[in-house]
Structure formats: structure tokens, C-alpha cells
């Protein structure tokens, strides 16, 4: 039986070498190697300025304090996200406002968020949904008309390009997560990356407690002022050595993905009962995140059958996203929805099984994984 995880780090020499120099060296926090880390990442998707910090939530957080989202406020988010993105927003005490998304694509439905823009409206989150680039041109052009933040949300999105510009550059801030799973990752980490030169100053100093300079700025060693309540989101020395690493592997890693999700696309279209979405229109360019196959309705009672089938035969699965966020007990209870709200979003995650399409994995794997999806349709029938 083959070993085919959902997920599995590229951890090899370069990252152990990388961690133990760090550790090897006097600098744990607040050196040159998460500088580094942040001009390797600006180089990769071409940003202006970006800010290495512990997590993408984080990097959410910091940008909604930035603009001083207060609990007056509104975020239109997507329904079928994680629930970072909605957290994000909630922190700071302002109100997360779900809106339902496309069927072909999974990605936030413009006209859904235009319609859902009040006088207390601030901001616009956008996920590029399993890496396939939003509709930026239509976000923006709501964005210009009602003056509002626009966050990009690129958790699955590094490689992901819109009319040739990385996402996370398209509306005014992109937070990326490098969590375990993600295309690479530093452990527990994130990055933020924007065009705007004043925005990235105040995050940078937000994610240090607030202070008014920063280590290196300082005349006397360990004097400074706080002039705003910041928090401590920094990534440390020792994740940004790894992600300096990976950061050389990404192309690499996206050509495999690519090969690999192609290849497992054809495989399963030949199986009766598994939809897909529709690949990206030509002016997008996805990272491969992930394969979600949708399950035709006379599947989806069977679907932990299905899942149970693929893990006794060494497939890892996963499901993104388990229920739209306006469904997760802490958002239902709030405010009180149900599935009849976002039916997109919840139609979504009730057909979804997400497969695995990352490097640790080859086209061989691929057409394995499809042959046993196959013998599992077949076997809940
Ligand atoms: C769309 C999305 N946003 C945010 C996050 C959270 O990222 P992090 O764990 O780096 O905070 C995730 C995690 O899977 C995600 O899928």
C-alpha cells in the first residue's frame, strides 16, 4: 500500500544546515535572517515591501488595526473560507459579513458583495480560493466606487497570478500563511505584502508591540517609545531560515503541483459521480493548492464511506472548507444563520473531498489516487 499524506513538508539539508547556523549564532529574534526571508519572498511575487510575521492570521489582524477597524465596522467576507478570515475581522470588534460565492470556482461572488455593502462597510477580504485568482478587476472596481480596503486573503495562494500580477498585490494588502500544509512553511508563520510604503510602516511597527523604532533604529540600546497598541506577531530567526530555503524551492515545488493536479484533473473526469470546478479563465494563474472533487448528489451521503475507502489505502484527504464560517458553532450562535444562508458555500463544502497534489507526490501517485477513487465510488454504490 502506498503512503500518500494530504500534506507533507520539504524539509531536507538546506532548512536543517539553515536552522542550525541560526542557532549556532548569537540572534534569535529581531536579526538579518527574517530581513532576508521578507527581500527573498518581495523578489519572488515582485511586492514593494513585505512584512515576515508569525502566522497569516496575524498578518490579517495587523492590517484591519492599521486602518483602525473598530467595532462600528463591517468586512464583507466570503462564506467558504477558514475561519481566519472572519477571526481576523472580529478581533478588532468589528462585524465579519459573509456573502455567498460562485459555484464554478468556490471564489467570493462580486455581485453577492456588492449587494452586501452598508454605510458601515470599511473593507472587502477576498480568498483565492484552493489558489485560483478572484475576479480582481470587478473587487477593485466595487472597492474604487465605495472606498473600501480591499485584504486579500493569499493563505493558498503563493504562484497564484491575476493578468500577470501576484495576488496579494492587487488589492491593497496580501497576507500569506506558512503554515505546515501550505505550498511552503516556516512551522508557524506568515507574510504580509503590500504596494503601499506607509501601510507596511505602521504594520511593521504594529507587529512589535507599537513602538516607535525599531531594534536597529535605537541610539541607546533598549530605549524607545510605544505609540500605538501593537501586538507581538514577529516571526523569529529561526522560521525565517527555513522559509529562505523553501522560498528557492517554490518553483520547483509549483511545476509539480501543476503536473500533478493536471494529471489527477484528466484521471477523474472519466469517473461518473465526481464533479470539478471549472479550470480558471486564461488571464488567471492558479497555485494547485489542492484538488477538491465535488461529489454528485446521490454521493455525498456515502462521502465518509468514500474517505475511509482512501485512507485504508494510504490516501490522506482533506476538506476545505468542513461548512461555510457563518455555520461554525462560535459565528451560527452569534449571529444566528443557517445553512440556507450562503446555499453556494454550503453546497460546496457538503460535496468536497480535497485531494493531494503537492511535490512529495508524482503523477504515478496520481493515477493511483484516481484508480482508487474509482474502486470507492463503485464500492458505496
Ligand atoms: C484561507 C486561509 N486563511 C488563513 C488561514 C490561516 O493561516 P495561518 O495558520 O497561517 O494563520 C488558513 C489556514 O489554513 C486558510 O486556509
Known amino acids: 500500500m502506498r503512503d500518500i ?30 530581513k532576508e526571508f521578507e527581500q527573498a519572498f518581495a523578489a519572488f511575487t515582485e511586492a514593494p515591501y513585505a512584512l515576515a510575521v508569525s502566522s497569516c492570521t496575524a498578518g490579517m489582524h495587523l492590517a484591519y488595526m492599521a486602518i483602525g477597524l473598530g467595532a462600528e465596522d463591517e468586512v464583507i467576507v466570503p462564506a467558504q473560507t ?47 480560493y484552493l489558489g485560483v485568482p478572484v475576479d480582481m478587476a470587478e473587487i477593485s472596481r466595487i472597492a474604487g466606487k465605495h472606498g473600501l480596503f480591499v485584504l486579500e486573503d493569499c493563505a493558498l495562494g503563493i504562484g497564484s497570478r491575476y493578468q500577470g500580477t501576484h495576488v496579494g498585490l492587487l488589492g491593497d494588502v496580501g497576507c500569506y500563511s506558512f503554515y505546515p500544509v501550505k505550498h511552503i512553511t516556516t512551522a508557524e508563520g506568515g507574510m504580509v505584502i503590500t504596494q503601499d510604503g506607509q501601510l507596511a510602516e505602521k504594520i511593521s511597527r504594529l507587529r512589535a508591540f507599537g513602538v516607535d523604532r525599531h531594534h536597529g533604529q535605537r541610539t541607546q540600546p533598549g530605549m524607545y517609545d510605544v505609540t500605538m497598541l501593537g501586538y507581538n506577531y ?8 527555513i522559509g529562505i530555503e523553501q522560498v528557492k524551492k ?13 494529471s489527477l484533473t484528466s484521471a477523474l473526469a472519466q469517473i461518473d459521480g465526481i464533479n470539478q470546478f471549472a479550470p480558471p479563465p486564461n488571464d488567471r494563474v492558479t497555485s494547485f493548492y489542492c484538488l477538491s472533487m465535488l461529489l454528485e448528489q446521490s454521493l455525498r451521503q456515502k462521502r465518509w464511506e468514500i474517505v475511509d475507502f482512501l485512507h ?16 461554525m458553532t462560535y459565528y451560527r450562535e452569534k449571529y444566528g444563520y443557517s445553512e440556507k444562508d450562503y446555499p453556494i458555500a454550503y ?13 512529495h507526490l508524482s503523477v504515478d501517485d496520481m493515477m493511483y489516487v484516481a484508480e482508487k477513487v474509482s474502486e470507492a465510488v463503485e464500492a458505496v454504490r
Open 250 to 262: 517554490l518553483p520547483a515545488i509549483l511545476r509539480a503541483r501543476e503536473l500533478n493536479f493536471k
Open 82 to 128: 477558514h475561519a481566519a478570515t472572519a477571526h481576523a475581522v472580529e478581533f478588532s470588534g468589528a462585524k465579519a459579513v459573509f456573502v455567498d460565492v460562485e459555484a464554478s470556482s468556490g471564489n467570493i461572488d462580486p455581485v453577492q458583495v456588492e449587494a452586501a455593502i452598508t454605510s458601515r462597510t470599511k473593507a472587502i477580504a477576498v480568498v483565492h
Open 312 to 327: 485504508r489505502n494510504g490516501i490522506g484527504t482533506s476538506v476545505y472548507y468542513p461548512r461555510p464560517v457563518s455555520m
Open 234 to 241: 514577529r516571526m523569529n530567526e529561526i522560521e525565517a531560515a
Open 5 to 34: 499524506p494530504f500534506g507533507r513538508p520539504l524539509i531536507d539539508d538546506e532548512e536543517r544546515a539553515a536552522v542550525l547556523k541560526v542557532l549556532n549564532g548569537p540572534t534569535l529574534v529581531h536579526g538579518p535572517v527574517a
Open 347 to 359: 453546497d460546496i463544502s457538503e460535496a468536497t473531498i480535497s485531494l493531494p497534489v503537492g511535490p
